[in-house]
């Protein structure tokens, strides 16, 4: 008796061999996986991938989130975030008041300051080097992880330094790595309906390229669930696979889910878990060249953080303590968590937490 099988299945199967024999999906592939509706294959295809990669080890770091200014020159349709100079709720802190607010949150835990904020035209280029440098005198301990890509754009068109002068000073106060966001969808028919006036597709990406060749390690991210194709979050995860062939510079992908515009939108509102766990599996197929894929739980919750880390995702971010760019778009997730929860969260998952520093080094394995 011949048993019949659909076009869906053998397309299925053969993309099961190549993740099996470890070779590389197409723009075709990725496509399909998302059009499928076979989430427990595709789940069980990227854990596979995974434990390759990393066994049940399972990654955290103590951090805090933190916004020198929310005073922002661009008019990104999804950020509620931004505002502009003299608006209600307007700020924009000097190194010591940045300080003073780290001071009542610090512990000697903390191994990393996770610093975005908007782009502000109202303070020079100066004020953010300075912001860095303050911070470092006072906490020399704690890595700065800093600033997006599209920040280091906006900061080389106010100071008319390039990248990689820009880079330079930030460097020589401070910092030590770059934070992923900026990206949203690599798509210059994305960023123009979605209003992103700031670093496009190319700018976004030589940005990193130019930290890696100084030596740096980045973030990277993708901000999905608005009006992009799937095959528009593909060419994404492809731009940034092209360019870790090229510098392996990239530490961390971070899928983001975009929330809604307030806290009290309803779930029609929001990604579903379905599309959210398959965008974390089907990121750790695609992005073969890269160690971790981030479960974000400020975006997704910490159960389905959980979940995640049965499929394909290593990393569960950090404590955070405050985070406030993804709560004032209406994220309805804890703001921080403590250092036991994430263990708890890993260990309840049967993986093995590790805390970590921001390049990934192994400070302590939790068994």
Not at 147 to 159: K, L
Not at 245 to 260: A, K
Not at 272 to 278: C, G, N, V, W
Not at 288 to 309: C, E, S
Request: aromatic share 8%; with cysteine.
């Amino acid at each position: 008796m011949n048993v019949v099988t659909s076009a869906e299945s053998t397309r299925m199967q053969a993309i099961q061999e190549k993740v099996r024999r470890g070779e590389r999906l197409t723009l075709e592939d990725g496509v399909f996986l998302y059009q499928s509706d076979d989430l427990l294959t595709i789940g069980q295809m990227a854990n596979e991938a995974n434990m390759r990669k990393n066994g049940k080890k399972v990654y955290f770091i103590e951090n805090m989130s933190l916004y020198f200014t929310n005073v922002c020159e661009a008019h990104c349709a999804f950020c509620n975030f931004r505002k502009d100079e003299g608006q209600d709720g307007a700020y924009t802190l000097t190194g010591q008041q940045m300080i003073e607010y780290v001071e009542q949150h610090y512990h000697p835990g903390v191994r990393e300051f996770h610093i975005v904020g908007g782009h502000n035209p109202n303070v020079p280029f100066q004020y953010y080097v300075d912001s860095l440098r303050a911070l470092k005198e006072r906490f020399p301990e704690v890595t700065l992880k800093a600033y997006t890509a599209a920040e280091i754009d906006f900061f080389s068109r106010i100071s008319g330094l390039s990248y990689r002068e820009v880079l330079q000073e930030l460097m020589k106060a401070g910092l030590e790595s770059l934070t992923g966001g900026g990206a949203e969808i690599l798509s210059d028919h994305y960023r123009k309906k979605m209003r992103v006036d700031k670093a496009d597709v190319t700018q976004y990406l030589q940005v990193h390229r130019t930290a890696h060749e100084l030596g740096l390690r980045t973030h990277t991210t993708m901000l999905y669930g608005s009006i992009e194709t799937h095959e528009d979050r593909v060419r994404h995860l492809i731009h940034l696979r092209e360019l870790q062939d090229e510098t392996n510079g990239f530490l961390v992908f971070i899928p983001l889910s975009m929330q809604p515009i307030s806290p009290k939108a309803g779930i029609r509102r929001r990604n579903s878990a379905y599309e959210d766990l398959k965008t974390i599996a089907i990121s750790r197929l695609m992005l073969d060249n890269f160690q971790h894929i981030k479960a974000y739980f400020i975006n997704i919750g910490v159960q389905l953080t959980q979940v995640a880390l049965t499929m394909g995702a290593s990393d569960v971010h950090g404590t955070i303590v405050k985070e406030k760019i993804s709560h004032a778009a209406g994220a309805l997730t804890p703001e921080g968590i403590t250092r036991e929860d994430l263990i708890w969260l890993v260990k309840g998952a049967g993986r093995t937490p590790i805390e970590r520093d921001t390049f990934y080094n192994e400070v302590k394995v939790y068994e």
